[in-house]
């Protein structure tokens, strides 16, 4: 099954310990993407990649990193976590930059 | 500065209702229009635009693109309540930049 799975589902953490977002997709898809979720704001993207070792920042990129050694993952690293990155995050891939495919997304409260 | 904005953010309707979602977009070297919807969960894709005037159509939603004007809209007929959902707009744009709009909410009741 095409799938793309993201985990965590959910993670409580508290500020400053460092956190690794895993993301992978089985659809052999260049191009992937992590965004996150806020109320009122929709979904901002954070650093998207268009191949392995090629990554871009997206609209919001303070205080993430990615990387992209394999074509089938990208996870999403926070150093420091801090209370504003508590948000929904969805990774998302596709063949291209357009018709992306979502992970279930993953639920982060920094305290 | 880039931007995509949709319109209205909130909608309820009634069953069988006609409704239309709107999205407006400012973006540099903008390259395609994406609609998603989004229920309890992931957004899933719905409609890919990349030319002016030409309709895109699955069952009940269709959506048409207006590259003069700089705007969308998705069409929803005889709405059902499995339509309430939160829609999406996207831009994509530049090399591969993508900006969402906020999205509407639907709300269709029985």
């Known amino acids: 099954e095409a799938q793309v799975t993201q985990n965590p589902r959910y993670l409580i953490t508290v500020t400053g310990k460092k956190l690794t977002v895993t993301c992978s997709q089985n659809m052999n898809h260049e191009y992937m993407s992590w965004y996150r979720q806020d109320p009122g704001l929709g979904l901002r993207q954070i650093y998207y990649?268009?191949?392995?070792?090629?990554?871009d920042k997206g609209d919001v990129p303070e205080g993430y990193k990615v990387s992209r050694k394999e074509k089938r993952n990208f996870p999403l690293i926070l150093e420091s976590p801090s209370p504003n990155q508590t948000s929904l995050y969805f990774c998302?891939?596709?063949?291209?930059?357009?018709?992306?495919?979502f992970g279930p997304g993953t639920r982060l409260t920094v305290l | 500065e880039d931007k995509v904005v949709q319109s209205p953010l909130s909608l309820v309707v009634h069953e069988g209702d006609t409704v239309t979602l709107n999205c407006s977009y400012e973006v540099t070297n903008f390259r395609s229009l994406l609609w998603y919807k989004q229920e309890k969960k992931a957004p899933t894709f719905l409609f890919m635009l990349t030319s002016s005037g030409i309709e895109k159509k699955s069952g009940r939603l269709s959506s048409i693109l207006d590259k003069k004007e700089l705007f969308s809209i998705l069409n929803i007929t005889a709405t059902q309540t499995g339509d309430s959902a939160i829609y999406l707009c996207a831009a994509l744009y530049n090399n591969n930049d993508m900006r969402f709009g906020a999205g509407t909410r639907l709300t269709v009741k029985p």
């Open positions: 990649s268009m191949n392995v070792e090629v990554t």
């Open positions: 998302a891939s596709s063949e291209r930059a357009d018709t992306q495919y």
